[in-house]
């Protein structure tokens, strides 16, 4: 009995004197730790951009992938003719027959050519709307001969000779030998008679123009010996082109 009073007054000073266990403190040299941020707030007055771009399509170069209606015309002039559009061949236009061509909208080139002659006409595509380009009025002016020509150019009398000009046209893109062959009546008075006889002469001429070249060579007609001579008009009877 007496030892269990005695137990009981040393736990009960112990708790008296505070023996009860303790934290133990930190280190005299420990530095309080503040704690550090990496990303910097946005504050109330802190403006925002947003930037957004927006492509302009009025300078877009793509097409628009719609077709227009176009027809070239050479109206009454006589021939066939080849016709590009912006140098690539499209076909070709003939007398009263127009060329009907579906192209891209927008601006373009077109040309008519006749032998190494070429017109050329600037024309605008819209969808929707027809053009019409008639070269006629160009290729009279320009090409007036589409095919290898000759033709007298004028003639008159030198003495007892009937001098002819002869016009050697080519139209073509090569070196043409043309050659003509050219006769006329006519009549005059002999001399030891004094009787009016009718008679022909006839000649020929040679040229080899280059392409687009008009050349014109003479031909001399050597008529029979008398006077006061009558002719007709000279006419060419053969012609020949290589």
């Known amino acids: 009995m007496r030892a ?5 007054l040393v736990v009960a000073g112990c708790l ?17 730790v503040t704690p550090t941020y990496t990303f910097t707030q946005f504050s109330n007055g802190t403006t925002v951009t947003t930037v957004t771009t927006v492509a302009n399509s009025s300078n877009s170069t793509f097409p628009s ?6 027809k070239v015309s050479t109206g009454s002039f006589i021939g066939e003719f080849p016709v590009s559009v912006d140098n690539a061949s499209s076909g070709v236009v003939t007398t009263q027959r127009p060329l009907s061509l ?6 373009h080139t077109v040309e008519v050519c006749c032998g190494v002659v070429c017109e050329q006409e600037n024309v605008t595509i819209k969808f929707g709307a027809q053009r019409i ?3 006629s009025e160009q290729l009279k002016k320009d090409c007036e001969f589409s095919e290898p020509t000759v033709r007298i150019a004028g003639y008159f009398m030198n ?3 009937l001098t002819v000009n002869v016009e050697f046209i080519n139209p073509t893109t090569k070196t043409l030998t043309m050659s003509a062959e050219i006769s006329c009546g006519y009549s005059y008075i002999e001399s030891r008679s004094n009787n009016r006889v009718g008679n022909f002469a006839q000649g020929f001429v040679f ?8 050349i014109i060579k003479t031909l001399n007609l050597d008529l029979a010996s008398g006077n006061s001579y009558n002719y007709a008009i000279p006419t060419i009877t053969h012609i020949t082109s290589q």
Not at 4 to 8: C, D, H, M, S, T
């Open 4 to 8: 269990e009073v005695l137990l009981f």
């Open 16 to 32: 008296a004197a505070g023996c009860s266990g303790q934290m133990k403190p930190a280190a005299g040299n420990s530095s309080a």
């Open 65 to 70: 992938g719609l077709k227009g209606l176009l």
């Open 102 to 107: 579906m192209i891209d909208e927008g601006n």
């Open 133 to 135: 380009i008639d070269f």
């Open 159 to 161: 003495g007892d000779q």
């Open 207 to 214: 040229s080899s123009p280059n392409p687009g070249d008009r």
